[in-house]
């Protein structure tokens, strides 16, 4: 860095390794019917495509909610300290 007094601070948040288990299985889980409906698709099976298409949306708009509102308790609980 040119400036001297210029400095970068990187915060890393600590969190417990059962947290991070969860959403390692979350992302496989997703993979997973992903493939599936994907492998559906190209071999023109229509029902088992809208099946699968249909668990990966439901896990991915229901892991999205559970990341949103744990991020909003999370924040609320930060402003009350």
């Known amino acids: 860095m040119n400036d001297k007094n210029t400095y970068w601070i990187f915060k890393i948040k600590k969190r417990p ?3 991070w288990l969860l959403r390692i299985v979350w992302v496989l ?3 997973f019917w992903a493939e599936v409906a994907l492998g559906s698709k190209a071999e023109l099976e229509p029902k088992a495509f809208a099946l699968s298409a249909a668990i990966f949306l439901v896990s991915l708009l229901a892991g999205l ?5 744990g991020l909003r308790k999370f924040r609320k609980q930060k402003e009350k300290l």
């Open 17 to 19: 390794f059962h947290i």
């Open 29 to 31: 889980w997703l993979v």
């Open 65 to 69: 909610a559970l990341w949103w509102i």
